[in-house]
């Protein structure tokens, strides 16, 4: 932009932050510390998921260490595109250790670290990282060298903080919504399988016939109970890759797959074709009405399909899918497929035979499937009734997709708007981020800085070598029965000093499955001032 908002000035990210500092341990070895994988970063809240508490001298080697109030960004494909980012808060003694994957940002007192975190989270920022990332297809990583000469707009420290409250009160209003959105689509699958227990039950067309039912059957008065093989006829499709002799005449023909025929509509894009004899061409030939039932796949895939309306010239079915011809006058084809896809779910799970790899379904128990009909007229206003409601149910679907995607769009122009300057209007009586910078510059340099080495850590220290067992987290908690801490944990589990990144990274991938399902308890320990020395846990009693 060409003219800096009031108070505000160009920087580097440099010149107010240090990128990757040096390590700086004041803790004897075995003081706790809190240990943060990657896998513990969320890239949706930047919250640190289960922070666990591990030695100083199990993670002091390998891991990269960072402090109260620093920002850990992920700098490696995926992570760094999904935005796995963080500001580093309520750390075992103040300090924690995670993945070498993380580039830290330390500020130096002129950029608060959340207003650092919502800069780097934005779209932007991280499109821009990853054009020049480095590295092997895969395994990319942002260069240091790139954040730190990377330009920032630098507002006054109380307009920061200003922002930061902004963007906090916001971006929560946006989540809020997107917590409610994500709850439509079940409930629109939820009320389309109302209206179909309503329409088979006779209840969606009450209106045209009264209360009346059979008290036999508890069908209503006019229904019967038939099997499908009854009311139609049912064929069986091609075999694909069948063994020809050289003399036949052949013909191409496109065919339908299982993967064409969905649950409630026809997957089209990629349509196959097959040589067939003249003869099996006209007897395989799809008609318009007919519907279509999946014979094979997974076990709980069987049965599905919809209607054909002749979307493809001259096409035919291979022999994992069934063609339903429903007789003049019984039940329109929607009813049947509708019925079958809904209600007939659990009728091919309990009939298919399973194999090692697939399950199917035969002719003889489709044939068998028991459908209620009603009177011609009334089964076509069934279908009648549910298509209106379900053209209304996919608009408010079409509705929510939209709302979704101008959430996102809504995030991205919030951030973009903070960090120009358009999102709060300045103050004029804020000190000027130029003179901040100059004051926190001269008070960075005359800060004293003490390093201890990894060296001097280990000193006179013995480092046991554990034997490595394959053991889950969920087996050692069993075994013990009882609290166990972060150190117990990760000895029992078999992952002593110099443990792998990868090591490290399963067992935490454990505990967070674990914790997810809501089978673990965490309870803080506590020295005789009330601070937090380490996590411990245990599995929830059943």
Not at 88 to 117: C, D, M, Q
Not at 177 to 189: G, V, Y
Not at 354 to 369: E, G
Not at 398 to 419: C, N, P, R, V, Y
Request: proline content about 5%.
């Amino acid at each position: 932009m060409s003219k800096l908002p009031q108070g505000w000035v160009s920087v580097n990210i440099a010149d107010v932050a240090e990128v990757n500092p040096r390590k700086s341990v004041d803790l004897s070895p075995d003081e706790f510390v809190t240990f943060v994988p990657m896998a513990a970063v969320s890239e949706i809240t930047g919250t640190i998921a289960t922070p666990m508490g591990r030695p100083l001298r199990q993670v002091n080697k390998g891991f990269t260490q960072f402090v109260e109030n620093d920002v850990i960004f992920a700098k490696i494909t995926p992570s760094m595109e999904n935005g796995k980012a963080a500001v580093a808060a309520n750390l075992t003694n103040g300090i924690g250790f995670g993945s070498t994957e993380f580039h830290v940002f330390r500020s130096k007192g002129a950029v608060l670290p959340k207003f650092l975190w919502y800069f780097i989270r934005q779209q932007s920022f991280r499109d821009n990282a990853r054009k020049v990332m480095s590295g092997a297809v895969g395994q990319q990583r942002v260069p240091a060298d790139y954040l730190r000469s990377h330009p920032l707009l630098l507002p006054p420290l109380q307009e920061q903080e200003r922002i930061v409250a902004k963007i906090d009160n916001l971006i929560s209003r946006s989540a809020r919504a997107r917590s409610e959105l994500k709850k439509i689509p079940s409930l629109l699958a939820a009320y389309k399988s109302a209206v179909l227990e309503l329409a088979f039950s006779g209840k969606l067309t009450a209106d045209l016939r009264g209360s009346n039912s059979d008290a036999t059957s508890g069908l209503p008065e006019g229904w019967t109970i038939q099997r499908l093989g009854d009311i139609s006829e049912i064929q069986s499709g091609i075999q694909v890759g069948k063994r020809r002799s050289g003399q036949e005449e052949l013909v191409e023909v496109s065919y339908l797959r299982v993967a064409n025929v969905q649950r409630g509509w026809l997957n089209l894009d990629e349509i196959k074709t097959i040589f067939v004899t003249p003869e099996e061409k006209a007897r395989l030939l799809l008609a318009q009405g007919d519907v279509l039932m999946n014979e094979g796949g997974d076990r709980d895939k069987l049965g599905r399909g919809w209607v054909w309306n002749g979307e493809v010239d001259e096409c035919i079915h291979q022999n994992h899918v069934f063609r339903i011809r429903m007789k003049p006058a019984t039940l329109p084809p929607e009813f049947v497929s509708h019925f079958s896809n809904e209600r007939g779910q659990q009728y091919f799970f309990d009939e298919g035979t399973q194999t090692t790899n697939l399950a199917s379904i035969s002719k003889r128990k489709v044939a068998a499937l028991p459908l209620p009909v009603p009177p011609f007229e009334e089964a076509v206003e069934i279908v009648r009734r549910i298509e209106r409601t379900f053209m209304w149910l996919d608009r408010v679907a079409a509705s929510h997709g939209g709302a979704s995607q101008l959430l996102e769009k809504l995030d991205t122009a919030l951030l973009s708007k903070a960090f120009e300057g358009q999102l709060i209007p300045q103050n004029a009586g804020d000190e000027p981020a130029s003179a901040l910078l100059e004051r926190v510059k001269a008070e960075f340099v005359a800060q004293p800085r003490k390093i201890q080495s990894r060296k001097q850590i280990y000193q006179g220290q013995t480092r046991e070598k554990l034997m490595a067992i394959e053991r889950t987290l969920e087996q050692v908690l069993t075994e013990a029965k009882n609290w166990l801490s972060a150190q117990d944990v990760f000895q029992r589990c078999g992952i002593g000093d110099g443990a792998s990144t990868e090591e490290i990274e399963r067992l935490y991938s454990e505990l967070r499955d674990l914790d997810l399902a809501g089978k673990l308890e965490t309870e803080a320990v506590n020295d005789d001032q009330g601070r937090k020395i380490y996590d411990r846990i245990r599995l929830k009693a059943v």
